[in-house]
């Protein structure tokens, strides 16, 4: 497995964020990390929150980029400057593509050794190597960037460590936190970070995205992922294949018949995800079911939280048991008809309070 594999934001077949230069419908935030930059007073720890797949890492790899290609916030450059843009020819911008810039290190989970499973957790020895990053010598320029991709990733341990150096950081160090769930973070590392939002795109921008170079979707496909993705551009890219799209019609016409359940449909799709081959269909049974809970619960906000309870309690205990499976290599058939059972019964009881 392949570092960019274990990166949270990378999708096989995709361009990784850092290898995409174009960012769109986040000209706000973007102007805010240029101002403060500019400003000379740039705080040294920043949480990029906002829904996955909206452009938080791509923005982390364009902050990153910037701030090594102009090292000097007074330059007549950075004066000028409208947006984070930095020439692809730029030497810093060539490294970073590489993943070869002395000053850039990348806090994700990795794979250890001696471990067969994919690790779903930052480890402890990762983020003690990032500590270590900001105790050398800047290479060029006198910048140090971290990017932990993503934070939600940390475990407890690992969360600690990286508090250290947030809260002692080094001169120059600019620490970029990705996250999707903010409450997941510890407390006292929200309260050092600066907060950065990032907003759900509309459908003509994830259109727009869906043409950059690498992706080149049809215009036809781009559009009814686009229709389908909730404002996300790594939920749209995986909308683009057929099978995959398939599998959410099947999934949200079982979700959607909840408290009843189509046994039969139900046994059908555990049996298919349990096969060799239907790992990807397993992961994308999940994440229909995850967003499928959270339309639920936006669109019946107003109820009240007695009603909106049990759905939050699903929807935490799936959680769990989708980082149990790939932590333990749970049986996948069993954990889907479990999973359907549990939701059956929040429904019932959220209909019922």
């Known amino acids: 497995m392949t570092d960019d594999e274990l990166s949270s934001d990378a999708l096989p077949g995709f361009p990784h ?29 920043w949480m990029l929150t906002g829904p996955e797949g909206v ?18 916030p007074k330059s007549p450059a950075v004066a000028a400057a409208r947006t984070l843009d930095v020439d ?15 000053d850039l ?6 794979a250890e050794s001696e471990k067969k499973n994919v690790p779903t957790e930052i480890s402890v020895s990762a983020a003690r190597d990032a500590i270590g990053f900001f105790g050398s010598t800047a290479g060029e320029g006198g910048w140090r960037v971290l990017i932990v991709d993503s934070a939600d990733e940390l475990n407890r341990n690992s969360a600690n460590a990286l508090l250290k150096a ?16 903010v409450g997941r973070l510890l407390p006292t590392i929200r309260s050092r970070c600066r907060k950065l939002a990032f907003r759900s795109l509309s459908e003509g921008e994830i259109v727009q995205a869906l043409s950059a170079p690498g992706i080149e979707a049809a215009p ?14 790594s939920t749209a890219l995986r909308r683009l294949d057929e099978r995959t799209l398939n599998i959410i019609d099947i999934v949200t016409g079982l979700l959607d018949a ?16 349990a096969k ?50 790939d932590r333990l290599n749970l049986d996948r058939r069993a954990l889907i008809l479990t999973l359907f059972a549990d939701l059956s019964e929040a429904v019932r009881r959220s209909r019922a309070a």
Request: net charge positive; proline share 7%; no cysteine.
């Open 17 to 45: 964020p850092r290898e995409t230069l174009r960012l769109i419908g986040q000209e706000a935030a973007e102007t805010a990390f240029l101002e403060a930059y500019r400003s000379g007073r740039m705080p040294h720890a």
């Open 55 to 72: 452009g938080k890492a791509t923005f982390a790899y364009r902050a990153a980029r910037f701030i090594l290609a102009h090292p000097d």
């Open 88 to 102: 692809p020819e730029h030497p810093t911008a060539r490294k970073i593509m590489a993943f070869s810039h002395p």
């Open 105 to 110: 290190h990348v806090l994700r989970r990795r």
């Open 166 to 181: 947030i809260e002692e950081p080094p001169p120059r160090a600019v620490i970029l936190l990705v996250t999707h769930l």
């Open 220 to 233: 036809a496909a781009a559009a009814n992922a686009a229709a389908v993705a909730d404002g996300s551009v």
């Open 258 to 273: 909840l408290p009843g359940q189509r046994r039969a449909d139900i046994h059908a799709m555990a049996e298919s995800v």
């Open 276 to 325: 060799k081959d239907g790992a990807a269909d397993f992961e994308a049974v999940l994440e229909s079911i995850d967003e499928w809970l959270a339309r639920e619960t936006r669109r019946r906000a107003g109820e009240g939280a007695a009603r909106l309870a049990p759905l939050a309690e699903v929807w935490e205990k799936i959680a769990r048991a989708t980082r149990d499976a």
